[in-house]
């Protein structure tokens, strides 16, 4: 098994900044593509961001210039550095990673998510 445990969520003002985190532990032989979701009350999940294994990475319009992905494969471990953030930014923030096994068998697993509020 493995587990995704992010860090980092709170409440900040408009225009401030947090930075989250997401460590994977387990059985992990290799962690593909990792992302960042989010869904805010109401509303469905969207894809905020995501990286893949040799860095390359992609962004909702909603967060490009503002938000930055990267990944320690060191340390397993995958961040989302928040700027400018602004009140529609407040959701659950999740994380997904696409971990193959040590008998080489793939499979996604979600974090609990942390809460991402910004108060205007």
């Known amino acids: 098994q493995v587990q995704l445990v992010e860090s980092g969520g709170g409440l900040v003002q408009a225009g401030g900044s947090l930075r989250l985190s997401c460590a994977a532990s387990g059985r992990i032989f290799r962690i593909n593509a990792m992302g960042w979701y989010r869904q805010a009350p109401g509303k469905q999940r969207e894809l905020v961001a995501y990286?893949?294994?040799?860095?390359?990475?992609n962004y909702a319009d909603s967060v490009k210039g503002r938000f930055t992905i990267s990944r320690d494969n060191a340390k397993n471990t995958m961040y989302l550095q928040m700027n400018s953030l602004k009140p529609e930014d407040t959701a659950v923030y999740s994380c997904n990673a696409d971990v193959t096994s040590p008998q080489y068998i793939s499979y996604y697993y979600w974090g609990q998510g942390t809460h991402v509020t910004v108060s205007s």
């Open positions: 990286i893949t294994s040799g860095g390359s990475t």
